[in-house]
Structure formats: structure tokens, C-alpha cells
């Protein structure tokens, strides 16, 4: 039987919004640059929207509601980060309105351009 985490991940992928489906349409199957990125993946007790093992990056695309939970985000911030995540945040907004920039910022916290795509 699935952990209580686990089955809410599986729920998260069912259910992304459109700007986490914009940027899963980016990032999976090794497409941006060749980075292996998973989503909703359980880290301790939280999920992480989503997360570069290769690079221990998380990055997270938040909607509104996360403007009330301005604290808890930040608990669980530092939790990651304490397991020796980076974490960076986007709202959906952006990621909407701005998908490039934003892929331009996860291309930066990544390192570069390592694998470059082969034409």
C-alpha cells in the first residue's frame, strides 16, 4: 500500500496546473539540455513540484494560495535545503506569461549547458 505522500504525488501529476504543464512539457524526458527532471516527487514529508537529483535542485511553481502560506513555503524551504536542495520559486503567473525567462533562471541554477541537445 502506497505511503499517505506518495499517493497525494500521484494525485499532484493528475491534477498540475497549466503553467506546471507548461513547464513538465519543458523539462521531461532529458529535454531541457538534457537534465533528467522528475514531478510531484515525495522529499521527507514534503513534494517537491519539480526536482533535478543530478544538480539536487527543486524548483517549484506556486499559485496563489502560497501568498497566505508565505511561512509554511518557508519552513519547508529550509527543510530542503537542509537535505542539500537548492530550491527556487516561481508563480504561475510568470511561468505563464514569462516561460522563457523562468527557463533561463532553472538553466542557471542547473550550472550551464552540459549536454548540449544534438541536432
Known sequence: MPNKNLQRARSLRA?????????WSRLRNRGFFGFKFRRQVPVGPFIADFLCTERMLIVEVD???????????????HYLEAQG???IRFWNNEMLANTEGV????????GGD???PTA
Not at 63 to 77: N, P
Not at 103 to 110: E, K, P
Open 63 to 77: 499559485g496563489g494560495q502560497h501568498d497566505e502560506r508565505a511561512e509554511a513555503d518557508l519552513r519547508r524551504t
Open 15 to 23: 491534477n498540475q496546473s497549466d503553467a506546471e504543464k507548461r513547464l
Open 114 to 116: 552540459p549536454h548540449p
Open 103 to 110: 527557463l533561463t533562471v532553472i538553466l542557471d541554477a542547473l
Open 85 to 87: 536542495y537548492r530550491v
